[in-house]
């Protein structure tokens, strides 16, 4: 008889239970520990079970232009918005269009929501503005300590160093500055004495003489002059009516948070020009910038503007970035650049991500005016879910009771495994929060409550399939081995086509449903985890024992209650006996 072949596991082998209970536990006890690290440890809620803030907009369009308020344009803009707000970590944020001319922007609460409110709201145009010249916010004389302000950032082919500071100009020398400024040649190398010159004139364009250019220019140095951009009123009321071919005055904060007012020249580049922009930290010095880059027409009116500027002192080497009519950052111009530019100066990590997604997302093809903002309890969504979660409870009482009056015993490694994984789910969840900004809404509650009965269909097909072996007539620990093999592919396969659907619906949906099929796939991804590192091997050590390995009335595992036939006997070959022959 040839001997069996070493290292090959006979049919009905026992597995090393320890190892696959020790890995889950490991992951189960590291997770659970991040999420008490990270300080998160409950999941995020969307807007409908945590409140928020809803955003009407409205669309508008400039005189002569209505036809650009059409769906395309529209569609446009909510891509914009939402790429703007997620930009800022704030998940769930629902836009969409309402009507031919209306944006509803759905913002759920959470620590960035009065930031992306913020932002939602400046939905003008992006421009590049040569700077002519800085002041201080009032009108009144200011006295510092120092007269300066803080260093400004700086725009370059690679970070480069800081300048000294800007000087302010007080009261007593605004006029000079401003008079000085408008007969100084701007950016396109044309004297701008009045607030109409345009950015880029032709060389066969006749010169006209202005009736008034005196009292144009006194009366740009009077708006300058009296603009007080402490006042959020004269501050939003500077840029309005104004042009991109205009000389504009506008407001701005420093890099200390202090508000500075501005004359700028006209518009040299659109922010449709502008292709990508993103904060980065700088390998050289290690210090955040903003690394922009542009279309190819804008990077050649960007070259144009930066050659002019980079050979000007100071202010008139900045341009500001002005968005929705106010200046959000006012960096100087180091040399020639075109099609990639570097923003460095006193930034944190903030405040370079909030610069590159107004850079970024900041040029929409249409402006909208604000007509409403509404805050969303969360009182009606907090109904549902609590009306979900009752049935929820219901639901998995039911379970359970089914599991414990047709299995018995086996129901408690079903409740071992449920509760593994909904330990599991929770804790994921949590952590993807902050880690992707999930949130958890009402659609999302309804899959993992699916999730239940999906999870219980795994355990009951590998509990049928050990019963089917035992009325075959085995005995309960080579029954749970040769069983796992055709459960393994039944669960498989069945998970297989629900992560499937689940997949499908997250890529061809939006909204809401993507989280209902985001909980569906996560639960059933888990539910492999959990059947293969959990329920299987509790089941292996369970079966060990004399109340379930002897096939206990409460275990269900009755071979008698499961009508199983006669224990299987491997039959004994007996060697053919040999008669002697007697001795006569």
């Known amino acids: ?145 120092s007269g300066s302000t803080a260093p400004k950032p700086s725009a370059s082919a690679s970070a480069g160093e800081k300048k000294p500071a800007t000087p302010t100009a007080t009261a007593s020398t605004q006029g000079r500055a401003l008079t000085e400024a408008l007969k100084a040649p701007n950016a396109t190398g044309t004297p701008t004495p009045t607030g109409s010159a345009s950015a880029t004139p032709k060389k066969d364009a006749t010169p006209q003489a202005t009736p008034t250019p005196d009292a144009a220019t006194a009366a740009l140095q009077q708006k300058f002059t009296t603009l007080n951009c402490l006042d959020p009123k004269q501050r939003t009321a500077a840029a309005e009516g104004t042009k991109p071919t205009d000389t504009i005055v506008a407001c701005g904060k420093n890099a200390i948070g202090q508000w500075e007012k501005y004359l700028l020249g006209p518009a040299e580049v659109e922010g449709r020009d502008v292709d990508d922009a993103k904060a980065a930290i700088d390998q050289q010095s290690g210090q955040w910038i903003v690394d922009m880059s542009f279309t190819d027409a804008g990077s050649k009116k960007f070259q144009a503007i930066t050659s002019k500027l980079s050979q000007q002192t100071e202010p008139q080497n900045q341009f500001a970035i002005v968005l929705d009519g106010e200046v959000v950052s006012a960096p100087r111009v180091q040399t020639t650049l075109s099609a990639n530019a570097q923003i460095s100066g006193s930034f944190n990590q903030q405040s370079a991500q909030d610069l590159g997604n107004i850079l970024a997302y900041g040029a929409l093809p249409l402006s909208f005016d604000t007509q409403s903002v509404d805050t969303v309890t969360a009182a009606l969504g907090g109904d549902q879910l609590e009306a979900g979660l009752i049935a929820g409870a219901i639901g998995l009482a039911l379970v359970i009771l089914y599991l414990v009056i047709y299995y018995r015993g086996l129901s408690f490694i079903a409740i071992l495994s449920l509760g593994a994984s909904a330990l599991l789910t929770y804790v994921i969840m949590a952590l993807l929060g902050p880690a ?97 590192l959990f329920t299987k091997p509790v089941m292996t050590l369970l079966a060990r024992t004399k109340f379930f390995g002897n096939g206990h009335p409460w275990s269900g595992l009755d071979p008698k209650r499961l009508g199983a036939k006669p224990p299987l006997r491997r039959t004994r070959r007996t060697a053919p006996a040999t008669v002697e022959p007697k001795e006569a």
Not at 496 to 521: D, E, R
Request: charged share 20%; net charge positive.
């Open 1 to 145: 008889m040839a001997a069996p072949k070493k290292g090959r596991r006979p049919a009905g082998g026992q597995s090393r239970p320890g190892r696959a209970l020790a890995l889950i536990l490991i992951a189960m006890v590291a997770l659970t520990g991040g999420m008490f690290w990270s300080g998160h440890t409950t999941p995020r809620l969307g807007i409908d079970l945590a409140g928020g803030t809803s955003i009407t907009l409205k669309a508008k369009a400039e005189p002569g232009q209505e036809s650009a308020v059409n769906e395309t344009n529209m569609n446009t803009a909510v891509g914009i918005i939402e790429r703007r707000v997620n930009g800022l970590g704030v998940s769930e944020a629902e836009v969409q269009t309402q009507g031919r001319e209306n944006i509803i922007v759905n913002i759920p609460k959470g620590t960035n929501e009065k930031q992306a409110r913020e932002q939602v709201g400046t939905t003008a145009q992006l421009y590049f503005r040569p700077v002519l010249t800085v002041a201080a916010a009032s009108p009144e004389p200011a006295p510092t300590a």
């Open 436 to 532: 992707i900004g999930f949130a958890l809404n009402l659609p999302a509650v309804c899959g993992a409550i699916v999730a239940i009965g999906i999870t219980a269909d795994s355990f009951i097909v590998y509990f049928e399939r050990i019963r089917d072996e035992l009325r075959e007539g085995r005995t309960l620990r080579p029954a749970v081995e040769r069983a796992w093999p055709r459960a393994r592919r039944t669960i498989l396969v069945s998970d297989f086509v629900s992560f499937l659907a689940a997949a499908v619906l997250f890529i061809v949906t939006v909204g809401k449903v993507q989280g209902f099929a985001f909980t569906l796939g996560l639960t059933t991804l888990l539910d492999i985890v959990v059947v293969f």
